[in-house]
């Protein structure tokens, strides 16, 4: 039973926050209209793409664009489709793993029978969809909060539970994720992974086929929800661990009981394979290692940036779970037990999440991946409360007074996330404590954000030497060449030709850090070029990007819609470009032109410059 009547405190804690919680989540998407913002979009997009895809389309290689454009120009989920990439021959594969779907199913299948009947669309988007996904956060938000709350009963007394709530749930990021972010995975993530705490407890109680396996079931869902979840195996391996003996005992114990150790393993394996047969369908290769234009660096991970950095560091942005650092003393102190195991799974989860090399995690408030973490964090804080209230009356007194105004703090910083206060990639020191405790802005304050990365366009280029310096970067009138010249159409003596033989042209190639030593730049490529078929049928292009292990993470190319261009007239096109987050020091900054048609192109004078800012701006 989730629901313990004899702990009043906690009961009525619980309730007055999945309340809060659930008419926040309503709020946040208005079912009342079909219209944006829909839960079904941006990343979520991609966790359910897989239902409508097999189950109404029959297309889980997602082969048919029709419906797929269809269902995007209607619902608009993304400003592009970035959930899916080139697979084996012409299908694509999903870039998100497969583990949400079977969460977004029931809901998916329910909306999917009522829809025609309710007079919408069976089209895997219209309102029945949208709202069956609301209802399936919401459920599993009330099913992992009421699991939370049996756990911290199992340990701790009805007073230090609902402490323990509030600190968790209302004083963290959590918060802000299970309310305005609900159908994301993190906050799914955190009821997965209070089952596997809670029958890593039951298993260890009693040592049972039954108990093993449903702890091996919930661990192999989580990882292909999210591969990295497989480190929660630490936390049974180490459970009740305090040295070596205790260690070999545990290990002794699955081997003399390998039926168990074997069929847990099956079942992991078995959860696992479902994505690994997927990749095989879609990808022609059972192992995808990473579908991301990001990836890991774990030999240079951003440990101390993922932690305190203004912009978007976890205990900047989430200060309360200093008390949960702090809470391991006491934990090993208390109920030492525990610590090896927790601790164990909270150093490499740091680790992991700080080695992803978008560590900011997007627009976010704090760090998001360490809300399925939370499902842990209840010991260390728990026994935190304890320790404390075994000290002087007044320490405990100041102690409750100060975890209040943090708690209050964290549901204000929530706001000002919500109102644009707090940006949610921009974040510098200065404008941190510009905006410090204001309920309002004004554009000056805006000047203190770093540079808004999405911009597409240079739009100070004709005011840029007030702020910026610039330097050639390239020119190349192809006066040189000795081969793929063309002397007899030129802007003046040799243009460049461009064939399906020879697609690309002589470009620039050079480090990021070679080129600046800013956090970045704008790059302006400009080339004159002649067209000997009309633009819809020339498929050429500058190109510009940034690369990293030879991996683009930022591309961007020139559309000839945005010039009066035709064939057999010399023309200059140019395309700005503004440099992404450097991951690197080896990233290299590639500029060339592409002819991807079948008909020849002609290019000349080459010409690419950097704008570097005269002030460092973070």
């Known amino acids: 039973m989730f629901l313990n009547y004899k702990n009043p405190i906690s009961l009525g804690v619980i309730f007055a926050v999945l309340l809060s919680i659930s008419l926040l989540q309503f709020k946040t998407y208005d079912i009342k209209n079909n219209t944006n913002p829909f839960p079904i979009s941006w990343d979520v997009y991609g966790y359910y793409l897989y239902l409508p895809a097999t189950f109404i389309y029959d297309d889980l290689g997602l082969q048919n664009n029709e419906w797929i454009s269809k269902t995007r120009e209607k619902y608009n989920p993304s400003?592009?489709?970035?959930?899916?990439?080139?697979?084996?021959?012409?299908?694509?594969?999903?870039?998100?793993?497969?583990?949400?779907?079977?969460?977004?199913?029931?809901?998916?299948?329910?909306?999917?029978?009522?829809?025609?009947?309710?007079?919408?669309?069976?089209?895997?988007?219209?309102?029945p969809y949208q709202i069956s996904l609301l209802f399936t956060a919401i459920i599993f938000t009330i099913i992992g909060l009421l699991l939370f709350r049996k756990i911290s009963l199992t340990y701790f007394s009805d007073k230090v539970t609902a402490i323990i709530i509030l600190i968790t749930i209302v004083g963290t990021n959590y918060f802000f994720q299970s309310t305005f972010d609900?159908?994301?995975?993190?906050?799914?993530?955190?009821?997965?992974?209070?089952?596997?705490?809670?029958?890593?407890?039951?298993?260890?109680?009693?040592?049972?086929?039954?108990?093993?396996?449903?702890?091996?079931?919930?661990?192999?869902?989580?990882?292909?929800?999210?591969?990295?979840?497989?480190?929660?195996?630490l936390v049974p391996l180490f459970w009740n661990v305090t040295n070596k003996k205790m260690f070999l005992e545990k290990i002794s114990f699955l081997y003399q009981n390998y039926f168990q150790l074997v069929s847990s393993v099956i079942i992991v394996l078995v959860l696992i394979f479902v994505q690994l047969f997927y990749n095989k369908y879609a990808a022609g290769n059972f192992l995808v290692v990473n579908l991301h234009s990001e990836g890991f660096s774990f030999l240079s991970p951003y440990t101390l940036d993922f932690l305190f950095?203004?912009?978007?560091?976890?205990?900047?942005?989430?200060?309360?779970?200093?008390?949960?650092?702090?809470?391991?003393?006491?934990?090993?102190?208390i109920e030492n037990k525990l610590f090896l195991s927790l601790f164990l799974f909270l150093f490499f989860h740091i680790y992991v999440a700080s080695s992803w090399e978008c560590w900011w995690y997007a627009t976010s408030f704090s760090q998001r991946p360490m809300v399925e973490s939370y499902a842990m964090m209840m010991f260390p804080i728990g026994y935190f409360i304890v320790g404390i209230q075994n000290q002087k009356k007044w320490i405990y007194s100041i102690s409750i007074f100060f975890v209040l105004l943090l708690i209050i703090f964290n549901l204000f910083?929530?706001?000002?996330?919500?109102?644009?206060?707090?940006?949610?990639?921009?974040?510098?020191?200065?404008?941190?404590?510009?905006?410090?405790?204001?309920?309002?802005?004004?554009?000056?304050?805006?000047?203190?954000?770093?540079?808004?990365?999405?911009?597409?366009?240079?739009?100070?280029?004709?005011?840029?030497?007030?702020?910026?310096?610039?330097?050639?970067?390239?020119?190349?009138?192809?006066?040189?060449?000795?081969?793929?010249?063309?002397?007899?159409?030129?802007?003046?003596?040799?243009?460049?030709l461009l064939t399906e033989q020879n697609p690309y042209s002589p470009g620039f190639e050079q480090k990021y850090i070679?080129?600046?030593?800013?956090?970045?730049?704008?790059?302006?490529?400009?080339?004159?070029?002649?067209?000997?078929?009309?633009?819809?049928?020339?498929?050429?292009?500058?190109?510009?990007?940034?690369?990293?292990?030879?991996?683009?993470?930022?591309?961007?190319?020139?559309?000839?819609?945005?010039?009066?261009?035709?064939?057999?007239?010399?023309?200059?096109?140019?395309?700005?470009?503004?440099?992404?987050?450097?991951?690197?020091?080896?990233?290299?900054?590639?500029?060339?032109?592409?002819?991807?048609?079948?008909?020849?192109?002609?290019?000349?004078?080459?010409?690419?410059?950097?704008?570097?800012p005269k002030i460092n701006i973070k």
């Open 309 to 333: 950095s203004y912009k978007k560091g976890w205990l900047v942005y989430t200060p309360i779970m200093m008390l949960g650092i702090i809470g391991f003393y006491y934990l090993y102190k």
């Open 514 to 612: 070679d080129l600046t030593n800013k956090n970045f730049m704008w790059i302006r490529a400009s080339v004159w070029v002649y067209l000997t078929a009309p633009y819809s049928e020339s498929n050429s292009c500058i190109v510009i990007s940034t690369e990293t292990k030879g991996k683009s993470y930022k591309y961007l190319s020139s559309n000839y819609d945005n010039f009066n261009i035709k064939p057999n007239v010399w023309t200059e096109i140019h395309l700005d470009y503004l440099t992404p987050d450097i991951r690197h020091n080896d990233d290299k900054v590639k500029i060339y032109f592409w002819n991807m048609g079948k008909s020849p192109v002609l290019i000349d004078n080459f010409r690419v410059d950097a704008y570097e």
């Open 413 to 496: 910083q929530t706001w000002q996330f919500k109102k644009g206060i707090i940006d949610g990639e921009r974040m510098t020191k200065e404008y941190y404590w510009k905006v410090f405790g204001k309920t309002n802005i004004n554009e000056g304050d805006r000047n203190y954000l770093s540079v808004d990365r999405y911009q597409s366009v240079f739009s100070e280029y004709d005011y840029y030497r007030n702020n910026y310096f610039k330097k050639e970067l390239l020119f190349n009138d192809f006066e040189n060449e000795q081969d793929n010249f063309v002397d007899t159409i030129a802007i003046s003596g040799k243009s460049y």
């Open 182 to 233: 609900g159908v994301m995975p993190h906050n799914l993530l955190f009821t997965i992974n209070c089952f596997i705490v809670w029958f890593t407890i039951k298993w260890h109680n009693n040592r049972t086929l039954k108990n093993i396996s449903i702890l091996a079931f919930f661990i192999g869902f989580a990882t292909i929800c999210r591969p990295t979840e497989l480190l929660w195996v």
């Open 79 to 127: 400003s592009t489709f970035y959930q899916a990439t080139q697979g084996e021959g012409n299908k694509k594969i999903i870039v998100y793993n497969i583990g949400y779907a079977f969460i977004y199913a029931p809901g998916f299948f329910i909306a999917n029978a009522l829809a025609p009947s309710l007079g919408f669309e069976k089209d895997g988007y219209s309102k």
